[in-house]
């Protein structure tokens, strides 16, 4: 898909990079093939295979330096495995070795004296070579040639070994392209083979111009003022972000009724199936709005996680383009459903994708049936993986025998052919930052906790953050408020809120001692007097909790400290 920009574009502009303040410099298109080529060269002259088995990790930030490691790779039938911080130590470890990597590509020293602390300790021992973007310290380069590492810089690689540069061996489009590690659903990761057919980024193929940020996400917005982008990918997170400013900002009763007329006029016409930025609500409301992006967007691109219908609606009218939204996983290369243009209702993630097919399989458990246009939401085609790396058994539960991706997630066909996400199938879902979360293993640490009988977690993927319901243990509960100095019958403490705080700090403070990270952490809970139970119907014969019926019942006060957190 490159090689077609190339020949598209030949030597036009390609990569974009900046400085703070200073205007965007571009590598064109034959320069980022040039580069690609000599440093894929460099990698074989380094001991890397020309062959799908060889797996080259990059570790560095979004930047054009990332998208010409990856490309020197494709250019030489290697495979990439992307690295990221927040994978965390134990992860970088269990990647490194289950991938067998001896290279990695990094964009900063301190990351690449991390994974040296990894090889000092002996717990890597396939690694055997750093290269860096950027001039590294000859203290690393000591530390590096203790432990049997090279260290290179990039520039000076490609230069050193731009005689021996090969002839290229492009990949077969069957061939193995990334491997991706997710965060997993039970503490191990997920890493899932994905082919090259559909794995690379399509504006290449016709030619676009790709700019990225500074690295600074607080001068991210003056990135975007500057680049004035035409598409916009983007995570609902940043959506709601822009949202809540522009409702923060209308402060006068006058201005903010404007504002809700304008947006009412404008989503009329988008009813209409017209969108435009030129209309007399552009000029005197929405002008200054879609000027902070640039003035120039097009069309935006959101997924990742659900977006709100009232956001969603509200942003079409007030930024004047296109704004699409796409549902998929990892292991289907990220879409397999996409809004289409002339439909502007909200509420559903659009039709399947030519690449993939999707169907619907009956989940009795849970009174979701196909017949009903209801059930688990299944994947095949193209775009869907190759399976899970070295994990046969994980392979053959996300994939059936005919090569059906069974995604947990539970849909629902509309009557005009458009999907919804209404549950999942399995008790993992994400919040809105993209973070997975198992609620079922978070509820077993808080009832470690002294006061807490039983809790449920709920997090929603609109929200940035978790709540719970949790019943006090009522045998201790009243005992233990007392020593804390508060005095009453359990059902008054239940409803006290300095002891539901006491409760809360107690929680935290379990959760952080058993390893909780901070977002799987609840933010505001209720105390509920009544036991979860068989009888109420909170409770399944084998004593598990009905997480459904547990958020209907619990919706009100759900509801509730969404709202309160969110003023």
Known sequence: MFQRGLRIAGSGQCLGFRKPGQPYQWISYTEVAEQAQVLGSGLLAKGCQPNPQQFVGIFAQNRPEWIISELACYTYSMAVV??????????????????????????????ASSLLDNKEK??????????????????????????????????????????YCRLMQ?????????????????????????????????????????????????LLMDDIKTLKPTFFPVVPRLLNRIYDKIQGSVTSPLRRALLHYAVR????????????????????????????????????????????????????????????????????????????????????????LPCAMVKLVDIPDMNYYAKNGEGEICIRGHSVFRGYLKDPERTTEALDSDGWLHSGDVGQWLPNGTLRIIDRKKHIFKLAQGEYIAPEKIENVY???????????????????????????????????????FMG?????????????AVLEDMTAVGKEAGLKSFEQVKDLHLHPEMFSIANGLLTPTLKSRRIDIRRVFQEQISRMYSKTAT
């Open 265 to 352: 006029r404008k989503q009329a016409e988008l009813s209409s199936g017209v969108v435009r930025n030129n209309s007399l609500w552009d000029k005197l409301v929405f002008n200054r709005i879609q000027a902070s992006l640039g003035g120039n967007l097009r069309f935006i691109l959101t997924a990742s996680a659900p977006i709100s219908p009232t956001v969603l609606s509200f942003l079409r009218a007030t930024l004047g383009c296109l704004i699409f939204e796409g549902y998929g996983q990892t292991e289907c290369t990220a879409g397999c459903t996409f809004s289409m243009p002339g439909d502007w209702s909200a509420g559903h993630v659009g039709a399947p």
């Open 170 to 218: 492009p990949p077969q489009p069957k061939d193995l392209a990334v491997v991706c590690f997710t965060s997993g659903t039970t503490g191990t990761r997920v890493c899932s083979k994905l082919s090259l057919l559909v794995s690379q980024v399509s504006m290449f193929c016709h030619g676009a111009r790709v700019g990225f940020y500074q690295g600074d996400i607080s």
């Open 447 to 485: 009832m470690r906790c002294v006061p807490v009988l039983q809790a449920f977690v709920h997090g929603d993927s609109l929200q940035a953050h978790l709540i719970g319901i949790v019943v006090p243990d009522p045998e201790v509960f009243v005992d233990w408020a007392k020593e804390r100095g």
């Open 82 to 111: 992307p690295l990221y911080d927040t994978l965390g130590l134990e992860a970088m470890v269990h990647i490194l070795s289950l991938a067998e990597i001896s290279l990695v590509i990094c964009d900063r020293e301190e990351k």
């Open 122 to 163: 002996g717990i890597t021992p396939t690694l055997s070579c750093l290269v860096l973007f950027s001039d590294f310290s000859d203290a690393l380069e000591e530390r590096a040639k203790k432990c049997g590492v090279e260290v290179l810089v990039q520039e000076a690689c490609c230069h050193i070994l731009i005689f």
């Open 489 to 501: 019958s359990y059902e008054e403490l239940c409803q006290n809120p300095d002891v539901k705080k």
